[in-house]
């Protein structure tokens, strides 16, 4: 009933950039926040910036001063620019979003397909 679709992301040299874009589909009735994790081969998962509704916007220290977080609420869409990257960037980078789907009451955890940053040194 809601899907997040994920794109953006490839190959990119140390110290390029790369914005990544994830569209929410579907029976929405809200969304609230919204998230950017990201998981490396034989890593767990990690947040890396989120954004609530209000806009308000947190990062975490590894990507603090390159990665910018943001989102078009008529678009259901957030976005993730990435610049400066680093090797230590690669990783599938997954979209999350808290969501109110039309016929029901709650907010539900939603997760994209991931798409994968590969940043070479």
């Known amino acids: 009933q809601v899907q997040l679709v994920e794109s953006g992301g490839g190959l990119v040299q140390a110290g390029g950039s790369l914005r990544l874009s994830c569209a929410a589909s579907?029976?929405?009735?809200?969304?609230?926040?919204m998230a950017w994790y990201r998981q490396a081969p034989g890593k767990q998962r990690e947040l890396v910036a989120t954004?609530?509704?209000?806009?308000?916007?947190n990062y975490a220290d590894s990507v603090k001063g390159r990665f910018t977080i943001s989102r078009d609420n008529a678009k259901n869409t957030v976005y993730l620019q990435m610049n400066n990257l680093k090797p230590e960037d690669t990783a599938v980078y997954y979209c999350?979003?808290?969501?109110?789907?039309?016929?029901?009451?709650?907010?539900?955890?939603?997760w994209g397909q991931g798409t994968q940053v590969t940043v070479s040194s």
């Open positions: 954004i609530t509704e209000p806009d308000s916007t």
């Open positions: 999350n979003a808290g969501i109110r789907s039309k016929f029901y009451t709650s907010y539900g955890s939603y």
């Open positions: 579907g029976s929405i009735f809200s969304i609230n926040a």
